[in-house]
């Protein structure tokens, strides 16, 4: 595959194991809304093994369900409040259930690209878990040029400032959420 179409092509729908590569911080010019820019790379997958995924975690209240899922996914806990510190995230996998979407950007291209859904963060089953244990041991790539991105304007500019989010969220049963 070219380069050129590298940078266009994505990947099927599917269930995919993904390690969190990057993390970038940002704020919603919208809603004003803290959120991570989270870039995640296939690990369990030769064809399309460093491809990255891209996804937004929202610290809203409206957001607190998703994150909790995330959490669990992660193999985290999810009572009371709970904080989503970056370190605790690069360079750990997680299933997710990867799918295509398709939107109009400012410039009116149509552009097709992944996404991982509300409940797109699965938890995995105790083989996964050793699986992803022995991934999460290895190093991550020294450069982020070696994962392959689904589209050039993903590649987002560098963010030196590496906070920690303590989202406070009102305390919410996992069996409340409504799926």
Known sequence: MDEATEATTILPKGRYMLRV?????KVSAKSGNEYW???LGVVNNEQYKNWS???NWVFSQKAVNRLKLINKAF??????????KEDEFIGKC???DVTQETYTNNNGEVINKNAISFTGYV???KEMCEIANQIESTPLPEKQADLKPYS??????ENTNKQTVTPVYEDIAFEDIPF
């Open 123 to 125: 938890p995995m089953s």
């Open 152 to 157: 050039a304007a993903d590649v987002a500019s």
């Open 21 to 25: 590569t990057d993390i970038k911080e």
């Open 94 to 96: 997680v299933m997710a």
């Open 37 to 39: 820019s989270v870039r």
């Open 53 to 55: 995924v891209f996804d």
């Open 75 to 84: 193999r985290k806990p999810i009572t009371g409040n709970f904080e989503f």
